[in-house]
C-alpha cells in the first residue's frame, strides 16, 4: 500500500490541544458491525469477566532541555534514552552543525559532549555520573507534541500522564491511557475483569513523519519494551478460558504482538514492529486507542488491526461528529478483524 492511501484531511479546530477537566468525560467510539458513541466512562459495557486489559505504564518524563554551547549559541536537547548514569541518546537542534566532540551546557552547568552520530540522533556524555531522570525532573520540561503548538503548563504533568504511570523512561504518553481514572480500572476488576502492565517506553520517532510513498521502504524506530511473568501467566489464562485481550492503546499492542513474535514469556528487550495492513495478529482481540495522524504509522496499525475501509468510515464519521484528535483528544474501541 502506498503512504497516500493513509491520507485524510482534518480541521485545525478538531486537534484536541489542551485535555478536558475529566478524563473519562472523552467520547468514545464504538467500531464494530456499526458505529456506537459513547463517553468513555461507559467503556465498562464492552468488557465482560473473564477479559484481560493490558495497560503500558510507562512514565513521560520531562525530556527536553535547553542549553547553550560555550560560545553563546543556543542549544536544544531531546532526550531519546538513557544508557547509564552518565551515557544518553537525544535529539540535538542548533543554528550550527553539531560535531563530535562538540560541548553543551545544559542548566546548573552540567556540561555533556555530543561523543557519536546515530541516524539523526546523537549520543551524548556527562562528565560525571548523575542521576539523569532526576535531573531531568528539575531542570526538564514536558515535550509535549509538536501539533499542539504550545509550551506545557502546569497542567500538563499530571495529564499528560497515565494514573498508573510507574517507570520512567518515555517521551511521549501512551495516549489512550490518559482516559482511565482509578473509579473505571475499579470498575473494570469489580465486574470480575483482571487489569495487567506491560512497559514500553515512547520515543521520539513516534511523531517522525512517513516519508517514502511506498510504506515497506519506511524504517521504524527502535523502542525499549518489558513483560512481567505475571502478566504472562495472565494472558495464557485468559487465552486458555476463551476471554479476550484488550489492549490499551497501540504501545500496548506493538509490546504484545512482539512477545507472540519471540516467544510468550517474560523478557525485554527492544522493539521495531511495523504493523501495516496484512499483519497476523496473534494475541490482541481489541484495543483501545485514540485517533491518530494522516500517513502514520499508527494510522497503519489500526487499518491493518480493524480493516482499512473501517477505519476510513470511523474517521469520515469522526470527523463529521465533531470528535477531538490527537493526544489529548478522543478514544475508539476497535474489535480485531477476521
Known amino acids: 500500500m502506498k503512504l497516500s492511501d493513509f491520507d485524510y484531511h482534518l480541521s485545525e479546530e478538531l486537534i484536541a490541544k489542551n485535555p478536558l477537566n475529566n478524563r473519562s468525560d472523552s467520547r468514545l467510539l464504538v467500531v464494530n458491525e456499526y458505529l456506537e458513541d459513547h ?40 532526550l531519546e534514552r538513557i544508557i547509564d548514569q552518565q551515557h544518553f541518546i537525544a535529539h540535538v537542534r542548533t543554528s550550527k552543525r553539531i560535531n563530535i566532540g562538540m560541548e553543551i551546557i545544559l542548566p546548573d552547568d552540567l556540561v555533556v559532549t555530543v561523543s557519536e552520530t546515530l541516524d539523526g540522533l546523537f549520543a551524548l556524555q556527562t562528565r560525571t555520573a548523575i542521576d539523569l531522570y532526576a535531573y531531568l525532573e528539575h531542570h526538564g520540561n514536558l515535550p509535549l507534541p509538536p501539533y499542539m ?24 504518553a ?30 521520539s520517532g513516534t511523531f517522525k513523519p512517513v516519508s517514502v510513498e511506498n510504506i515497506s521502504e519506511h524504517k521504524m524506530h527502535s523502542e525499549v519494551f518489558s513483560i512481567n511473568e505475571v502478566t504472562i501467566e495472565l494472558i495464557k489464562q485468559t487465552k486458555a ?3 479476550k485481550i484488550i489492549a490499551v492503546g497501540t504501545t500496548s499492542l506493538r509490546t504484545l504482538e512482539s512477545v507472540a513474535k519471540r516467544g510468550l514469556h517474560a523478557q525485554s528487550g527492544e522493539t ?24 502514520s504509522t499508527l494510522l497503519m496499525l ?24 490527537f493526544s489529548y483528544g478522543d478514544a475508539m474501541l476497535l474489535t480485531r478483524q477476521d
Open 39 to 78: 463517553t468513555f466512562s461507559e467503556i465498562i459495557s464492552y468488557i465482560n469477566p473473564g477479559d484481560l486489559l493490558i495497560r503500558n505504564d510507562t512514565r513521560v518524563v520531562k525530556a527536553r532541555i535547553f542549553g547553550h554551547k560555550p560560545s553563546g549559541g543556543k542549544v536544544e536537547v531531546m
Open 149 to 172: 503548538q504550545r509550551q506545557a503548563e502546569t497542567a500538563d504533568e499530571s495529564r499528560y500522564q497515565t494514573v498508573y504511570a510507574a517507570h520512567n523512561g518515555s517521551v511521549a
Open 174 to 203: 501512551p495516549t489512550a491511557g490518559l482516559h482511565f481514572t482509578p473509579e473505571i480500572l475499579a470498575e473494570i476488576e469489580a465486574k470480575g475483569a483482571t487489569v495487567a502492565s506491560v512497559t514500553l517506553h515512547v520515543g
Open 241 to 243: 478460558s476463551g476471554g
Open 272 to 295: 521495531d514492529i511495523f504493523i501495516t495492513p496484512g499483519f497476523k495478529f496473534q494475541l490482541v482481540d481489541k484495543l483501545i486507542t485514540n485517533f491518530h495522524l494522516p500517513k
Open 302 to 325: 489500526v487499518s491493518a488491526f480493524s480493516g482499512k475501509d473501517k477505519i476510513d468510515m470511523a474517521y469520515q464519521h469522526a470527523i463529521k461528529n465533531n470528535y477531538r484528535f
